[in-house]
């Protein structure tokens, strides 16, 4: 077997889901590809696999090693073969560059079984291929310029996705609109580096390349490009990874009554015995095509109780790392003094407080308190009741609005979902701004040349055209083994 990771290496592996199927697929790779698996595949036809026409199925038995190439041959009598047989299945060849990985491509499809894709992956690596590494199919396909960086990471992010939305960008990502706007975006800025260096290394001339002018609002007009696809970042981390909302407050508000009617289903415990939640508890539902984790937490209260104040730490850590919190007050416990110290704890405009059990009091009691509550926080007020569902449905049309903050499903720009990305527009962006202010300031080119192909190589970072081995490495290892 071989080991290591030249890119010369012909490699295999079990390219579908570890467990029961109807099919499994085992993908080989590499120069060698084809003289792999002709050494683990005999046709039904009888035909040599070089013969057959790329990118056609063809029946055959899948056989275990050694296999010699006499064991090809009229030779071979029927028992050695039928000894030999792992499983009968289809086999695709695809010449390169016609394949994934931009190289000759060998896939064999056999039922999905454990044990005979293991005893396939053993055949192909005793005919001379090795066990590909995590991400190593993709990363060929980028090193043989089939993908950019940007689609690469949106094959992950394909098979990650756990939303609607989240999958559509994905998508659109693996389809080159990203890596697209951003070559367009790096190729603009490339331009105007060409006239500064043009100007610099011909100031003798008296040639006019670009005016100041000029180049002070291209630098701002892609200034701006940069700034529109920043604002789609924090969208785009939610429709990626989802988010948090987490319930909070007092014990027995109805925090547990709360989460249980927005799953539609009795996760947590309810009871009229204060404390009962001391450990968070996490659910996630798909509203609208967006994946929010609903996050019950432990009453905040004074305790001496062990167990509870660990609790109650584990809430605030909740709290901090929420996109959404929901503070949930007692309506029939808000008073004139203690108002402040219920809410206390919510902070931010994005925040919601929940003024629950208000089938308790009337409605004029309602309306004062509301109002109450909104002079001790800037979070908005919404009155509900989870017995009777008063305002429950409100409240979910606010968490989706809240969280959602427009879409990245249409319109010109590509959103921005991965934080590689973000951070290197944010790089990009930082050395563009140093360029456009040293050309307002009359700086020599020279400096703003500088920056310019600062800002340039940032973007260049996100297709990959400028990349280390390091960077590689970190991006293809978050992939399994045959992928």
């Not at 002070?216 to 490009?225: G, K, Y």
């Not at 994946?291 to 209260?301: C, E, F, H, K, Q």
């Not at 004074?302 to 584990?314: I, L």
């Not at 509301?370 to 429950?392: A, D, K, M, Q, Y």
Request: glycine content about 10%; charged content about 25%; aromatic content about 2%.
């Amino acid at each position: 077997m071989h080991i290591g990771g030249a890119p010369e290496d012909t490699i295999c592996a079990i390219a579908t889901p570890i467990g029961e199927g109807g099919i499994g697929v085992v993908r080989i790779s590499g120069i060698g590809a084809l003289s792999v698996a002709e050494q683990c595949v005999r046709l039904r036809s009888h035909q040599p696999l070089a013969l057959v026409p790329s990118h056609s199925l063809h029946l055959a038995d899948i056989l275990a090693p050694p296999i010699s190439s006499e064991s090809h041959t009229s030779g071979s009598t029927n028992a050695q073969l039928k000894d030999q047989i792992i499983d009968e299945g289809l086999v695709v060849y695809m010449k390169g560059p016609r394949s994934f990985t931009a190289e000759d491509v060998v896939e064999i499809h056999s039922h999905g079984n454990g044990v005979v894709l293991g005893r396939i992956c053993e055949a192909c690596i005793a005919a001379g291929a090795r066990l590909a590494q995590p991400g190593e199919f993709t990363k060929r396909a980028f090193l043989n310029g089939r993908l950019d960086l940007s689609q690469a990471e949106a094959i992950l992010d394909t098979i990650k996705a756990k939303s609607d939305a989240a999958l559509k960008i994905a998508q659109r990502h693996l389809r080159g609109e990203l890596g697209q706007q951003v070559d367009r975006l790096r190729g603009h800025l490339l331009g105007i580096l060409a006239h500064l260096e043009a100007g610099i290394d011909f100031v003798e001339e008296e040639i006019a390349f670009i005016g100041r002018d000029e180049v002070i609002a291209s630098l701002q007009r892609a200034l701006d490009e940069i700034h529109a696809m920043l604002s789609t970042a924090e969208r785009g981390r939610v429709l990626r990874e989802g988010a948090r909302v987490v319930i909070m407050g007092r014990p027995n508000v109805g925090k547990s009554s709360l989460l249980n009617i927005l799953l539609r289903e009795d996760r947590a415990i309810v009871s009229n015995v204060p404390g009962t939640t001391r450990d968070v508890i996490e659910e996630t539902v798909v509203w609208d095509g967006l994946m929010i984790t609903l996050v019950d937490t432990a009453g905040l209260r004074e305790t001496s109780d062990r167990v509870e104040q660990e609790g109650m730490r584990r809430t605030r850590a909740a709290r901090d790392h929420a996109d959404l919190v929901l503070h949930v007050c007692d309506a029939t416990e808000v008073n004139e003094g203690d108002g402040y110290e219920i809410v206390a704890p919510v902070r931010g405009e994005q925040n919601i407080v929940l003024l629950n059990k208000t089938d308790l009091v009337g409605p004029v009691t309602v309306e004062h308190l509301v109002g109450l509550v909104r002079h001790s926080t800037n979070c908005r007020v919404l009155p509900i009741s989870v017995r009777t569902g008063e305002g429950l449905e409100e409240l979910q049309e606010i968490i989706r609005s809240s969280l959602s903050q427009g879409s990245l499903e249409s319109g010109e720009g590509v959103g921005v979902t991965n934080v590689r990305h973000r951070l290197a527009l944010e790089r990009a962006g930082s050395s563009l701004r140093e360029a456009l202010d040293a050309t307002v300031r009359g700086i020599q080119p020279e400096c703003v040349a500088v920056d310019l192909r600062g800002a340039a190589d940032f973007l260049g970072e996100i297709t990959g055209v400028i990349t280390s081995d390091e960077v590689l490495e970190q991006i293809f290892s978050e992939f399994c083994i045959g992928k």
